[in-house]
């Protein structure tokens, strides 16, 4: 089974900086594709980040810059860089993977392109 779990969120005053990991097990992370995506309280789930298999990264535009995502294919993880946070980034922020042979093209920032699920890790910045 394929499982992802979160951690590195907490709380942050504006200006501050979080890194978030996500430690993936079941699904070899040099062969899938990563990405992070968040939900604030009422809104809909948004994609953050993605890297696809061949280290292709993409941003939803008013993150980039401020926010990077990488991974360690040693140790099978994605990470989060979230620098000047700002309290419109509070969010449950999720870790989500899919098959690297699956097609990204046009969804890459899309929840209905993924197939596996963290639970979540809170980021409340005040």
């Known amino acids: 089974d394929v499982q992802l779990v979160e951690s590195g969120g907490g709380s942050v005053q504006t200006g501050g900086s979080l890194t978030l990991s996500c430690a993936v097990s079941g699904l070899t992370g040099s062969s899938a594709s990563l990405a992070w995506f968040r939900q604030a309280p009422g809104r809909e789930r948004e994609g953050v980040a993605v890297?696809?298999?061949?280290?292709?990264?993409s941003y939803v535009n008013p993150l980039q810059g401020r926010f990077t995502i990488s991974k360690d294919n040693v140790i099978n993880t994605p990470y989060l860089q979230m620098n000047s946070l700002k309290p419109e980034d509070t969010a449950m922020y999720y870790c989500?993977?899919?098959?690297?042979?699956?097609?990204?093209?046009?969804?890459?920032?899309?929840?209905?392109?993924?197939?596996?699920w963290g639970q979540g890790t809170q980021v409340t910045v005040s």
């Open positions: 989500a993977a899919v098959e690297g042979y699956y097609s990204l093209v046009n969804r890459r920032l899309s929840r209905d392109a993924y197939h596996y």
């Open positions: 890297m696809e298999r061949d280290g292709v990264t």
